[in-house]
């Protein structure tokens, strides 16, 4: 009787060994998934980030191309005063949006989109201020020639980098 009983605390002794081992892997299974959807959930929110900034600043940024139309069809100096008031407080969220944007984590690809939308913006952005400006002096006519000119023109190229970058973003998400 004697070897039997060794037998089972031996068996019992192993047993208990092999429970513990599991819960171990169970645990340290648990905490590594743990670690990667903490992970998975900040590479989430900055792609939220990032592509809610865009978006924001393209938003605005075409918004501001309509108030400068708006601006032309009035004739009304209240309401173009009013349309010249809403179109720096756009130039203000585009900005933001752009600061937000570049605040976050870029890698070297987005960098270099995002240098030449920052470049884009800034002669786009002196191009808007003068129409805005020349309605303001009531000169519609030279105001007008320089929305059809440059304005547009200047939207629609912005709009495509800001494309890419979103299409580069979403690349990068899904990799």
Do not use: W
């Amino acid at each position: 009787m004697a070897p039997n009983s060794k037998t089972i605390i031996l068996f019992s002794v192993g047993f208990i060994l092999v429970l513990c081992l599991i819960i171990l892997l169970i645990a340290f299974t648990l905490r590594q998934f743990d670690t990667l959807q903490t992970k998975a959930q900040v590479v989430e929110l900055e792609y939220y980030k990032k592509n809610e900034a865009l978006t924001s600043f393209a938003q605005n940024s075409y918004k501001r191309t309509i108030t400068l139309l708006k601006m032309y069809e009035t004739s009304d100096p209240f309401e173009r005063n009013e349309l010249f008031d809403h179109f720096y407080v756009l130039a203000h969220k585009v900005a933001n949006a752009n600061r937000t944007f570049r605040s976050l984590n870029l890698p070297e690809s987005e960098i270099a989109i995002h240098q030449k939308i920052s470049q884009r913006m800034k002669s786009s952005s002196n191009i808007r201020s003068r129409i805005a400006d020349l309605l303001l002096e009531g000169e519609d006519e030279e105001a007008l020639a320089f929305i059809v000119k440059d304005s547009v023109q200047s939207q629609e190229n912005g709009m495509e980098i800001i494309e890419t970058l979103q299409e580069l973003q979403t690349r990068h998400h899904n990799e």
